[in-house]
């Protein structure tokens, strides 16, 4: 019986439309509410698996959020996932639900955004959150897509 082979330095390339796309959809799916739509606008991204498995976690944990939180008390809502690459990959989860709640805790406090924040850091990304009772907006910038 042979062993299979080890190759070093084996890269994959993940196309991040493609999957966020998806993922964005089985999110749905999975916690879905009537009259919230989620919709996925990223361009054709590629990158390494390195790069897309912890872009992944970040936009399933966002999505994941305001799926859960944002919409409480409304009877619809958006949740907008936009990826676009010019020089550097500009990552938006925006939702137009009620805001998160005016506490420094609220803003930053919990697990899932301890998982961003430390996923962030690791792709060298900027993260900025804005939030009113208009909806919040994620912002990530990854200075180096490869």
């Given amino acids: 019986?042979?062993?299979?082979?080890?190759?070093?330095?084996?890269?994959?390339?993940?196309?991040?439309?493609?999957?966020?796309?998806?993922?964005?959809?089985?999110?749905?799916?999975g916690l879905s509410r009537q009259n919230v739509n989620v919709r996925c606008e990223v361009e054709e991204i590629t990158t390494s698996a390195e790069m897309a498995i912890p872009i992944a976690i970040i936009v399933n944990e966002l999505v994941t959020n305001a799926l859960k939180h944002a919409f409480d008390g409304r009877d619809e809502g958006d949740v907008v996932v936009t990826g676009r690459m010019n020089g550097e990959l500009r990552l938006t989860v925006a939702d137009n639900g009620v805001g998160i709640r005016r506490n420094a805790n609220a803003m930053r406090g919990g697990l899932g955004s301890k998982l961003v924040e430390n996923f962030a850091r690791q792709l060298g990304a900027r993260h900025e959150i804005v939030s009113s009772e208009q909806g919040t907006t994620h912002d990530l910038v990854i200075p180096k897509v490869a």
């Fill in 1 to 29: 019986m042979r062993s299979p082979r080890r190759r070093s330095g084996l890269r994959c390339a993940v196309a991040i439309w493609r999957a966020s796309g998806g993922l964005c959809e089985q999110i749905e799916r």
